[in-house]
C-alpha cells in the first residue's frame, strides 16, 4: 500500500505570494495532521482534520489555513508568504485521529520563500 | 503546555557500540504518550519506538529500548549495536491521551552519527 504522499517535492515562491500544499492520507486513514519544520528544529503542530472538521489548531497566524476533503486528502495553504515560511512542510495520518493510533508521515514539502 | 527537551545536539559513536539518547519533558497531565522519531536525509519521519505513560515496563523494539522514568520527566533512547542505518536526526516526542488529540510536540532533535 502507498504511504502519505504530498505534493509538490519542493516549492519556491516570493514575499506575498500565496501556495497550497497537498497531502494524501494512507489508504482508510481519516486524520489529518500538518507540521511545520523549520531547519534545525523539530516540527511544529499546525492543524489536526478528522472527517473533515478541524480537531486541533497550533499557535499559527490566520495566514494557515487548512481543509480536508471527502476522499480524506487534505490542503494547506499559506497566503501572504513571508521569509519565516521557509520550512519543510510535514503531514501525517492516521486510522481513527486518536492518540492511541500511530502517525504515518510523508516526505515532506520543502518551501523555500525568495 | 508541553516542552520537550533535547540537550544533545550532536553525538557520534562507532558502528556496534550502544549509544543513549535523552529526553526530558514538562507537563501536568498525566495521561500520556512519547515517542522517539528518526529523520534520515530522505525527511520522512519515521517512528521508532512508543511508551504509554500508564505502564511501567519500557518499552522495547529490536535494538532500540527505552528508559522511561515518570517522576523524573525522562525518556531516553538506547540504541544497542548501532549500524550505519541508524545515522539520522532523533527526536521525541510528546502526546496528550485524548480521542480526537493527535498533537505532538517535539524536542529539538540530535543528529546521531554512526563511524564505520
Known amino acids: 500500500d502507498a504511504g502519505v504522499t504530498q505534493s509538490p517535492t519542493h516549492l519556491i515562491k516570493t514575499r506575498g505570494q500565496h501556495v497550497t500544499l497537498r497531502c494524501s492520507p494512507i489508504?482508510?486513514?481519516?486524520?489529518v495532521s500538518w507540521y511545520q519544520q523549520v531547519l534545525g528544529q523539530g516540527p511544529q503542530f499546525i492543524f489536526q482534520?478528522?472527517?473533515?472538521?478541524?480537531?486541533g489548531r497550533g499557535n499559527f497566524p490566520d495566514r494557515f489555513s487548512a481543509r480536508q476533503f471527502p476522499n480524506y486528502s487534505s490542503e494547506l495553504n499559506v497566503n501572504a508568504l513571508l521569509l519565516g515560511d521557509s520550512a519543510l512542510y510535514l503531514c501525517?495520518?492516521?486510522?481513527?485521529?486518536?492518540?492511541?493510533?500511530?502517525?504515518?508521515f510523508g516526505d515532506g514539502t520543502r518551501l523555500s520563500i525568495l | 503546555a508541553q516542552t520537550v527537551t533535547q540537550s544533545q545536539p550532536e553525538m557520534s559513536v562507532q558502528e556496534a557500540e550502544t549509544v543513549t539518547l535523552s529526553c526530558t519533558y514538562d507537563?501536568?497531565?498525566?495521561?500520556?504518550?512519547l515517542f522517539w522519531y528518526k529523520q534520515p536525509p530522505s525527511r520522512q519521519m519515521i517512528l521508532v519506538i512508543r511508551?504509554?505513560?500508564?505502564?511501567?515496563q519500557n518499552a522495547t523494539e529490536n535494538r532500540f529500548s527505552v528508559n522511561f522514568q515518570k517522576a523524573a520527566k525522562s525518556f531516553s533512547l538506547k540504541i544497542s549495536d548501532s549500524q550505519l542505518g541508524d545515522t539520522a536526526m532523533y527526536f521525541c516526542?510528546?502526546?496528550?491521551?485524548?480521542?480526537?488529540?493527535?498533537?505532538?510536540?517535539f524536542g529539538t532533535g540530535t543528529r546521531l552519527t554512526i563511524i564505520p
Open positions: 501525517a495520518s492516521s486510522l481513527l485521529g486518536t492518540s492511541n493510533q500511530p502517525q504515518h
Open positions: 489508504s482508510g486513514h481519516k486524520s
Open positions: 482534520y478528522y472527517e473533515k472538521e478541524e480537531r
Open positions: 507537563t501536568s497531565e498525566s495521561n500520556y504518550y
Open positions: 511508551q504509554e505513560a500508564y505502564k511501567q
Open positions: 516526542a510528546f502526546m496528550k491521551l485524548g480521542f480526537g488529540n493527535e498533537k505532538l510536540t
